[in-house]
């Protein structure tokens, strides 16, 4: 069995698409944070489709920023409907089911959330880190900075 990711690169692609469609800050937010949640592909414990969002009002309102108990209020379910309203309008996200009935609503992000191909010869760079003076820094043991 292959590895399992949740969202990471539905996640990048997001924040690109954000970009990209010039979306606002609210949408762009919760769009990365229904990323962020979602599985990146099919091959998931649960066996749920790969970038389906089904969370509820409460956890896209954490998503927009709104603590407990704030999350149940009307400004964070509004905000949090003006969001989704015009990430569905931008083409970001597909309704797969409305919420009601003690059912969430349901979303397909439309994000690219496959594993990007890695060469066998990739390298990593170590670049140097900017000295601060009078800040305490890890630096790797052995580096040469």
Same mark, same amino acid.
């Given at each position: 069995?292959?590895?399992? /990711?949740?969202?990471?690169? =539905?996640?990048?692609?997001?924040?690109?698409?954000?970009?990209?469609?010039?979306?606002?800050? #609210?949408?762009?937010?919760l769009l990365l944070y229904m990323a962020l949640e979602c599985w990146d592909d099919a091959n998931n414990p649960l066996g749920q489709a790969p970038r389906r969002y089904f969370a509820g009002r409460e956890s896209s309102a954490i998503g927009l920023g709104y603590l407990a108990p704030e /999350?149940?209020?009307?400004? =964070?379910?509004t905000a949090v409907k003006r969001a989704v309203h015009e990430?569905?309008?931008?083409? #970001?996200?597909?309704?797969i089911r409305a919420g009601g009935n003690g059912l969430t609503a349901e979303y397909e992000l439309q994000v690219d959330s496959t594993k990007p191909?890695?060469?066998r010869n990739s390298r990593v760079l170590i670049l140097p880190v900017p000295s601060y003076q009078g800040?305490?820094?890890?630096?790797?043991?052995?580096?040469?900075?």
């Open positions: 069995m292959g590895e399992t /990711t949740v969202g990471l690169y =539905a996640a990048k692609s997001a924040v690109l698409l954000a970009a990209q469609m010039r979306l606002s800050n #609210a949408s762009s937010r /999350t149940a209020s009307v400004k =964070a379910h990430l569905i309008q931008a083409g #970001a996200i597909t309704r191909a890695t060469s800040v305490n820094m890890w630096t790797p043991e052995g580096a040469n900075f």
